[in-house]
């Protein structure tokens, strides 16, 4: 079975920083995908970023980057030029080729003016 | 297009009774997911239907069923419920079961937030 950890319950940062969110993960597979969601104080989730396991590339998009260390089984989000927008629950998840979604516990990021 | 739409938002039951809640997918999405999520537990995985068959079940009692229709509309039903069966109710959208075929992206509806007093 695939776990997801997040090991920050809660971060904080201030508009415009820098702030990056971990996530680690178990597995056995070797083909999968990783997601980044984020959850608004409205409810409704919404998809981040998106990493394949097979690409050695790090995704990015905008302001949003990930660093995939796919041997230390290693999935963190970097969020730059940080925006009050941004503040909400962030979901770590994995997703084996046929499988379920497998979520972390979730960071709560706040952000300050 | 449309997003995922579920009903009913928000309902209150007591313990004992049971609930039916709906799901509809975004159009031409033939996966349907649904998840618990609490303070405690996090998001929880109920299980997941594909083309009307339900292709992964979390580790949920007997209590906790699904099932999907011709138009993949999905429901899913509770009975006996117990007060630590309070909860916000995630349903999820995709185009295909898994990552296999597809990017893997689940679409969310905004959920209906339970209460069993």
């Known amino acids: 079975a695939q776990t997801v950890t997040q090991s920050q319950p809660e971060m904080s940062v201030q508009e415009a920083e820098t702030v990056t969110l971990s996530c680690t993960y178990d597995t056995s597979e070797n083909n999968y995908y990783l997601f980044w969601y984020k959850q608004p104080p409205s409810r409704q989730m919404i998809l981040v970023i998106r990493q394949e396991a097979y690409k050695q590339q790090n995704a990015t998009e905008n302001r949003f980057s990930v660093n995939f260390q796919k041997a230390a089984k290693s999935f963190s989000l970097k969020i730059s030029d940080s925006q009050l927008g941004d503040t909400a629950m962030y979901f770590c998840a994995f997703m084996p080729q046929e499988g379920k979604l497998t979520f972390g516990q979730g960071t709560i990021l706040t952000v300050h003016p | 297009k449309a997003g995922v739409t579920q009903t009913p938002r928000y309902l209150i039951k007591t313990r004992g009774q049971q609930v039916t809640l709906s799901c509809s997918p975004i159009?031409?999405?033939?996966?349907v997911s649904w998840y618990q999520q609490t303070p405690g537990q996090g998001l929880q995985f109920l299980f997941e239907?594909?083309?009307?068959?339900?292709?992964n079940k979390g580790n949920f009692p007997g209590r906790f069923s699904g099932r999907q229709f011709s138009n993949s509309r999905s429901e899913m039903n509770v009975s006996t419920l117990e007060l630590g069966d309070s909860a916000l109710y995630l349903c999820?959208?995709?185009?295909?079961?898994?990552?296999?075929?597809?990017?893997?992206?689940?679409?969310f509806g905004e959920g209906s937030r339970l209460t069993v007093l």
């Open positions: 159009s031409g999405h033939r996966s």
């Open positions: 239907y594909f083309s009307e068959t339900q292709r």
């Open positions: 999820a959208s995709s185009l295909t079961h898994g990552s296999l075929y597809g990017t893997g992206e689940l679409f």
